[in-house]
C-alpha cells in the first residue's frame, strides 16, 4: 500500500534537504537484504531489522540511538506495545527511498495497526509512524522507543521558541515552534525534534511523540533526527528551511548582575534556513522607565544554511532592570527575539526563621544548575520553599538544609477513599513528611471544590485531616498541621470547617488568595462574591479580612498564604500586565506583613509547567505565574520580590497611615533603617486593564515601560534631613527636602519612602506629619 504521506516534515513545514551544516544535499542509498533494510545518505544511515529494531547511525556507520517499539494506548483496554516489526524497502509518493516497518501487536490489542516511514537526506531522518484503530485510542499516549548508545552528556529537554507579535495588538510573546531532545557524543549532536513531546513522558526509553489525526482518518506521530554541531534551534529553523531564526543568550546566569557598570554580553544567533545572503541586526536596550539606552545596528553575510553569532555588549543598569530586543532583518524577511537583563546586589538577610518570604513550589527547573537556582533564592530573599521530600519533584530536603531554607511538605489526598485507605494514606504520607523534617504539613491542596458552597469540608475532615491528626497523637510526632491550601478564601468552607471541629485540629490555616484583575488592596462590596471564571471571590485583600474577622470569633490561627500569585499571560485583562505584576507582588506582600501573615509562598519561580519545561505556552494560564521568564532571565516580579524581601526583613508593622484624601493610603513599618512608609493612591481605581479594546478575553497590553496611571498626586509631609523612594522594583532616588518638607509623587503604584515622619494625630489616628496633597491628572 503507498503511503498518504506529504513531505511535510516538522510542524508542517517543507524540510530542506540536506540543509543542516551542508549545504548541498547529497545522494540518498538504499540497501535490503536478509531482513535488514538501510538507507544512508550524507553523514547518516539507517538500518532496520525484523523485530522492529531501527538504529540511526553516524557518518562512521557507529549506532547511536536504537529503539524496537512503538507504544499505543486506549482509554479501554490499556496500553500496548509492539511484539515485532517487518522492515521493507519502499518509496514515498514522491519517489524518495523509505524504509517501511509493519509492526506486531499482541491479540488484546484489538484492530490496531501501526505503520513505520523512515527516510534520510543529509544529516536528517525522518521518522513518521501511521496509526490506525478504534476512536478510544488515545492519541496523546503514543510513544517510540529509543535508547542512546554512549552518550558523553545526559540528554537535554529544550523547548524551541519564536517571538510573535499579536494581531489583537498588544505585547509580544513566545510561542513554541517545537520540542528537541538532545544528545552529545563527545563533539557530535544529535536531536530528535517534534512538534510536542512531554519530558515528564520520556525517558532513556521512551520519547513522548503525540499523535495528529489525519483527514483520512487514523492519527500520525512524526518525529525528525539530526545530526548536527549547532544549537537546536538554529537546527531547527535550517532544518526545516526557514529563511530566518533568532535566539538569545546572556553570558551570566539568569541576566542577572551583581553591581553597575559590568558589562553583560548579549549574544544574538541568527540561523539562516534559505540561500546566502546580508542581513542587519539591531540590539535596541529600554529601561524600566522607556528611555532607550543603547540603540545599535550591525551588518552581516550568512551563508546559506549557516549561522550567524554576533555578541552585544550592554552596561548594567545601576539598579533595576532593562529590555532588550534584537531584531535580525534580511529583504522581506526578518525575526526578532527578546529577553531582560537586571541588577540585583547581595543582601544579609537577618530574619532567619523568622522571614515571611517563602516559594510554593520545589524548584523543579534547575537550570543552569540547582546551586544556581538556589544561589539566586537567596538573594531575593526567599527563606522557606512549601513542599520538599526525599523521592519527590524537585530537590531533597538536604539540599535546603545545607542553604538553612526551611522546608514544609503539601501531599494530597482523596476524599474519596474508604476509612481503612485513609487511615493508611494518613500513615503513609505522616511518616513521608515526619523523614523529610517538613515543619509543617499542609494537608492537601484546594480540596474546596464547588467554592464558596461549603460543601467539601467535612469530607475533608472525614476522609484526610483527621485522620492524619490522629496519627500525629498517636505517633507523637512534633509536625505542625495545617488544612489543605483552600483556593480562594472560601468562608462556607471555612465555617462548616470549624463547625464540624476542624480548627482545633490545625496549628496553622493555609490558603491561595487568587486575584483577577483587582488591585491587591480591594475589597469587593458585601461578601456574596461570584466564584466564576471572572468573579469578585477571587481578590486578595477582602478575603484576607474575611479569614481575619473569622479568627477574631473563633481564635487566631498563624496564617500561611501557600500560594500567593501575580500571573502575567499576556493581552489578558483578567491578568496583570508585567509593570502591574511588580507593583502587585510588592503591595501583595506588604499587605500580608501587616496584617501578620506567617508566611507568603509565592507561586512560582519560573514561566513553565511541571512535565514540559521552557515550553512556551500563551495561552496556558498555568504556565505564566512565574517571578522569572521561561527563558530564564528575571520579570519584573523578581525585583518586586526581592525589594519586599530587603525592606520587610526585619520590619515591625506599626499601623494604616490615613490622609485627609480617602484615596491616599499608607502602611507605617519600623525597621532598623528607621520608619518606612509603603504609600499609594486609588484615584485611577481599583480595577486593572480597562482601558483600551477588549474582546472576550484579550486586552492589548501596554509595553511594561508605559506608566499605567494616568492621575498623579502630589504629598506634601514633613520630612527628616534626607528622604529615599523606591519604587516596585527597587530603584531608589533621592529626594529634595526643604524647609524640612518633601513632596511625594503618588499613584496605584505603591512606593516605598524611609525619611518620613509617621506619627499618631489628635483623633487617635497615624498619618504622616504635616501633610497637603494636590492632585492632577495626564491628558
Known amino acids: 500500500m503507498t503511503p498518504q504521506l506529504s513531505r511535510r516534515g516538522f510542524l508542517g513545514m517543507t524540510l530542506a534537504a540536506g540543509?543542516?551544516?551542508?549545504?548541498?544535499?547529497?545522494?540518498?542509498?538504499?540497501?535490503?537484504?536478509?531482513?535488514?533494510?538501510?538507507?544512508?545518505?550524507?553523514?547518516?544511515?539507517?538500518?532496520?531489522?525484523?523485530?522492529?529494531?531501527?538504529?540511526?547511525?553516524?557518518?562512521?556507520?557507529?549506532?547511536?540511538?536504537?529503539?524496537?517499539?512503538?507504544?499505543?494506548k486506549d482509554q479501554v483496554t490499556g496500553i500496548h506495545l509492539s511484539t515485532g516489526g517487518t522492515p521493507t524497502l519502499a518509496q514515498l509518493p514522491d519517489g524518495t527511498p523509505a524504509i517501511r516497518m509493519d509492526y506486531v501487536f499482541g491479540a488484546a490489542t484489538g484492530p490496531v495497526t501501526v505503520v513505520g516511514w523512515f527516510s534520510v537526506a543529509t544529516n536528517h531522518a525522518q521518522l513518521e509512524w501511521h496509526v490506525t484503530g478504534p476512536d478510544t485510542l488515545v492519541p496523546d499516549g503514543f510513544l517510540f522507543s529509543r535508547a542512546i548508545q554512549a552518550p558523553t552528556a545526559p540528554d537535554d529537554y529544550i523547548a524551541i521558541t519564536e517571538w510573535v507579535r499579536d494581531s489583537g495588538g498588544g505585547i509580544p510573546y513566545e510561542d513554541t515552534v517545537g520540542v528537541a531532545h538532545t544528545s552529545t557524543w563527545g563533539s557530535l549532536h544529535g536531536m530528535f525534534l517534534l512538534d510536542r513531546s512531554r519530558q515528564a513522558w520520556t525517558n532513556a526509553t521512551w520519547v513522548h511523540a503525540p499523535g495528529v489525526p489525519e483527514s483520512a482518518g487514523g492519527w500520525t506521530s512524526r518525529a525528525d533526527f539530526f545530526f548536527t554541531e549547532t544549537r537546536p534551534s538554529a537546527t531547527a529553523t535550517i532544518g526545516r528551511g526557514r529563511e530566518l531564526g533568532l535566539e538569545l543568550t546572556g553570558n551570566r546566569p539568569f541576566n542577572l548582575f551583581d553591581v553597575a557598570g559590568e558589562l553583560m554580553e548579549l549574544t544574538a544567533l541568527v540561523a539562516n534556513g534559505g540561500a546566502a545572503r546580508s542581513a542587519e541586526l539591531q540590539l535596541t536596550v529600554r529601561d524600566f522607565d522607556g528611555n532607550v539606552v543603547t540603540d545599535t545596528t550591525v551588518t552581516g553575510d550568512i551563508s546559506a544554511a549557516s549561522i550567524w553569532q554576533y555578541a552585544f555588549t550592554v552596561p548594567a543598569p545601576a539598579t533595576g532592570i532593562v529590555f532588550a530586543e534584537v531584531t535580525v532583518r534580511?529583504?522581506?524577511?526578518?525575526?526578532?527575539?527578546?529577553?531582560?537583563?537586571?541588577?540585583?546586589?547581595?543582601?544579609d538577610y537577618q530574619a532567619g526563621s523568622g522571614s515571611m518570604f517563602g516559594i510554593a513550589n520545589y524548584p523543579w527547573l534547575q537550570r543552569p544548575s540547582a546551586d544556581a537556582v538556589l544561589d539566586l533564592w537567596e538573594r531575593a530573599g526567599i527563606s522557606l520553599v512549601r513542599i520538599a521530600y526525599d523521592g519527590g519533584p524537585g530537590l531533597p530536603p538536604a539540599a535546603f538544609d545545607a542553604r538553612s531554607i526551611r522546608h514544609n511538605i503539601e501531599l494530597q489526598p482523596s476524599l474519596e477513599a474508604t476509612d481503612a485507605d485513609a487511615a493508611t494514606w494518613a500513615a503513609d504520607k505522616l511518616s513521608v513528611a515526619v523523614a523529610a523534617g517538613a515543619g509543617y504539613f499542609e494537608v492537601g491542596n484546594e480540596l474546596n471544590r464547588p467554592f464558596n458552597t461549603g460543601t467539601a469540608a467535612q469530607a475533608y475532615l472525614d476522609k484526610a485531616l483527621r485522620p492524619v491528626f490522629d496519627r500525629r497523637a498517636a505517633t507523637g510526632a512534633a509536625i505542625k498541621l495545617m488544612n489543605n491550601g483552600l483556593a480562594g478564601m472560601d468562608k462556607p468552607w471555612v465555617q462548616n470547617f470549624i463547625a464540624a471541629g476542624g480548627w482545633d485540629l490545625i496549628d496553622a490555616f493555609a490558603y491561595h488568595p487568587g486575584r483577577g484583575n483587582f488591585t491587591p488592596d480591594y475589597i469587593p462590596p458585601g461578601d456574596d462574591w461570584s466564584t466564576g471564571a471572572d468573579g469578585t471571590y477571587w481578590n486578595f485583600y477582602g478575603g484576607l479580612k474575611q479569614l481575619k474577622a473569622l479568627m477574631a470569633q473563633y481564635g487566631a490561627k498563624e496564617i500561611w498564604l501557600t500560594e500567593a500569585y501575580a500571573p502575567t499571560k499576556p493581552n489578558s485583562w483578567w491578568h496583570d500586565t508585567y509593570r502591574h505584576a511588580a507593583e502587585n507582588v510588592l503591595l501583595t506582600l506588604a499587605l500580608a506583613k501587616a496584617e501578620g501573615v506567617t508566611c507568603v509562598c509565592w507561586y512560582q519561580f519560573h514561566d513553565s509547567v511541571l512535565g514540559m519545561p521552557q515550553v512556551a505556552d500563551p495561552d496556558n494560564v498555568e504556565y505564566h505565574y512565574g517571578l522569572m521568564n521561561r527563558d530564564l532571565s528575571p520579570k519584573p516580579s523578581l525585583l518586586a520580590y526581592a525589594t519586599a524581601a530587603r525592606v520587610l526583613d526585619q520590619a515591625?508593622?506599626?499601623?494604616?497611615?490615613?490622609?485627609?484624601?480617602?484615596?491616599?493610603?499608607?502602611?507605617?513599618?519600623?525597621?532598623?533603617?528607621?520608619?518606612?512608609?509603603?504609600?499609594?493612591?486609588?484615584?485611577?481605581?481599583?480595577?486593572?486593564?480597562?482601558?483600551?479594546?477588549?474582546?472576550?478575553?484579550?486586552?492589548?497590553?501596554?509595553?511594561?515601560?508605559?506608566?499605567?496611571?494616568?492621575?498623579?498626586?502630589?504629598?506634601?509631609?514633613?520630612?527628616?534631613?534626607?528622604v529615599t523612594e523606591l519604587n516596585a522594583i527597587g530603584q531608589s532616588r533621592q529626594l529634595p527636602v526643604a524647609d524640612g518638607q518633601v513632596t511625594v509623587t503618588l499613584d496605584g503604584a505603591p512606593r516605598i519612602y524611609y525619611g518620613l515622619v509617621p506619627r499618631p494625630d489628635s483623633f487617635g489616628r497615624h498619618t504622616l506629619a504635616g501633610s497637603r496633597i494636590v492632585r492632577t491628572r495626564r491628558r
Open 652 to 722: 515591625t508593622f506599626r499601623n494604616w497611615l490615613t490622609f485627609a484624601d480617602p484615596l491616599t493610603f499608607g502602611l507605617w513599618f519600623d525597621t532598623p533603617s528607621g520608619p518606612v512608609a509603603v504609600l499609594w493612591n486609588r484615584a485611577d481605581g481599583y480595577l486593572l486593564n480597562t482601558t483600551g479594546r477588549r474582546t472576550d478575553w484579550h486586552f492589548p497590553a501596554p509595553e511594561v515601560w508605559a506608566d499605567p496611571w494616568p492621575t498623579k498626586v502630589s504629598l506634601t509631609v514633613a520630612a527628616r534631613d534626607s
Open 330 to 347: 534580511s529583504g522581506d524577511d526578518s525575526a526578532f527575539a527578546r529577553t531582560n537583563l537586571a541588577t540585583l546586589a547581595a543582601f
Open 19 to 72: 540543509v543542516v551544516l551542508i549545504a548541498e544535499p547529497t545522494p540518498v542509498t538504499a540497501y535490503a537484504a536478509a531482513g535488514d533494510v538501510s538507507l544512508a545518505a550524507g553523514g547518516i544511515s539507517l538500518l532496520a531489522s525484523v523485530g522492529g529494531r531501527l538504529a540511526i547511525r553516524d557518518a562512521a556507520g557507529v549506532t547511536r540511538s536504537a529503539g524496537s517499539k512503538f507504544q499505543i
